[in-house]
C-alpha cells in the first residue's frame, strides 16, 4: 500500500522559512517523480515544484526562487524548503508521488502572519 505523509507545517511570521518533509512508502521512491501543490481557501489547488527522479527540478514562476524542492531517495523523502514566507503563500501544501497516477498526501497547513 502506498502511503505519502506530509509534515513541516506551522505558523511563520512574514520573511521566515519553513521547510516541509513528505516521507514516501509502499513502492520504489527512486523512480518516480515527485512535487508539491497547495491549495489556499477558496482557491483552486495550485502547482508548486516539482522534482524527476533524476533530480531535475521545475518551479512556478510565482515563488519567484523562494523555494526548492529536494529528495533522499535513501529516507523515500522529498522536501520543500520555503524562504522569504509571505501571507498569500498560505495554504495546505500537498505532496504527490507519480508512480504512474498522482498518489497524494492528506496535506499540511502553512499559515504565514504575524
Known amino acids: 500500500q502506498v502511503q505519502v505523509v506530509e509534515s513541516g507545517g506551522g505558523l511563520v511570521q512574514p520573511g521566515g522559512s519553513l521547510r516541509l518533509s513528505c516521507v514516501t512508502s509502499?513502492?520504489?521512491?527512486?523512480?518516480?517523480?515527485m512535487g508539491w501543490y497547495r491549495q489556499a481557501p477558496g482557491k483552486q489547488r495550485e502547482f508548486v515544484a516539482t522534482?524527476?527522479?533524476?533530480?531535475?527540478?521545475e518551479y512556478a514562476d510565482s515563488m519567484n526562487g523562494r523555494f526548492s524542492i529536494s529528495r533522499d531517495n535513501a529516507k523515500n523523502t522529498v522536501y520543500l524548503q520555503m524562504n522569504v514566507l509571505k501571507p498569500e503563500d498560505t495554504a495546505v501544501y500537498y505532496c504527490y508521488a507519480f508512480i504512474p497516477g498522482f498518489t497524494w498526501g492528506q496535506g499540511t497547513q502553512v499559515t504565514v502572519s504575524s
Open positions: 509502499g513502492y520504489t521512491f527512486s523512480g518516480s517523480r
Open positions: 522534482i524527476t527522479r533524476d533530480g531535475v527540478t
